[in-house]
T-cell receptor
Framework: AQSVTQPDIHITVSEGASLELRCNYSYGATPYLFWYVQSPGQGLQLLLKYFSGDTLVQGIKGFEAEFKRSQSSFNLRKPSVHWSDAAEYFC?????????????FGKGTLLTVNP | GAVVSQHPSWVICKSGTSVKIECRSLDFQATTMFWYRQFPKQSLMLMAT?????????EQGVEKDKFLINHASLTLSTLTVTSAHPEDSSFYIC??????????FGSGTRLTVV
């Protein structure tokens, strides 16, 4: 069965600093990979996704992620964090479920941004 | 862009009563919608896949008689929590797909059973 591991439960960075959130997946085939962000009490917003092609994916809000098959990783990065980036971040893998695919989420990483 | 509306945003109900949560795709048709449950400071757990015009497919361990799902049209899926108890208190989120390449999530419903 597929699984997603986000090793860091909570990360704190200073505003303007760079950010990298780690994500490792376990899946037998080439996965569909996603990063979502969730503000408190809200739904999830898609930051970026990888299906195929270029392994460096650009997303919204200045985020990017790199798919590394050899490391089974899909880490999220941002060169300069803004206070508004404080939120919960979820990595997910999409698994083919026939006519659609199902998402399996990691446990999330809570990002705190210090002024 | 694709928008999914979920209603209500929060609801408080008495133990033993039923609660209905609606998930609507506002500007696209969704043949498939998904329902998730999220416990505090936890990840999202897929509860069921809702297919328009057919029965929902429930994940292992989810009580289909407690969590009734109806997907009567291409823009509306409903989740009814029947005979709710305090342990059903949680954050419920739906998602819908406009195409093969991504899902849009609703803003979630906070259910508190007292």
């Amino acid at each position: 069965a597929q699984s997603v591991t986000q090793p860091d439960i909570h990360i704190t960075v200073s505003e303007g600093a760079s950010l990298e959130l780690r994500c490792n997946y376990s899946y037998g085939a080439t996965p569909y990979l996603f990063w979502y962000v969730q503000s408190p009490g809200q739904g999830l917003q898609l930051l970026l996704k990888y299906f195929s092609g270029d392994t460096l994916v650009q997303g919204i809000k200045g985020f990017e992620a790199e798919f590394k098959r050899s490391q089974s990783s899909f880490n999220l990065r941002k060169p300069s964090v803004h206070w508004s980036d404080a939120a919960e971040y979820f990595c997910a893998v999409g698994v083919d479920g026939g006519s659609n695919y199902k998402l399996t989420f990691g446990k999330g990483t809570l990002l705190t941004v210090n002024p | 862009g694709a928008v999914v509306s979920q209603h209500p945003s929060w609801v408080i109900c008495k133990s033993g009563t039923s609660v209905k949560i609606e998930c609507r795709s506002l500007d696209f048709q969704a043949t498939t919608m998904f329902w998730y449950r999220q416990f505090p400071k936890q990840s999202l757990m897929l509860m069921a896949t809702s297919n328009e015009g057919s029965k929902a497919t429930y994940e292992q361990g989810v009580e289909k008689d407690k969590f009734l799902i109806n997907h009567a049209s291409l823009t509306l899926s409903t989740l009814t929590v029947t005979s709710a108890h305090p342990e059903d208190s949680s954050f419920y989120i739906c998602s819908a797909s406009q195409d093969t390449y991504g899902y849009t999530f609703g803003s979630g419903t906070r259910l508190t059973v007292v």
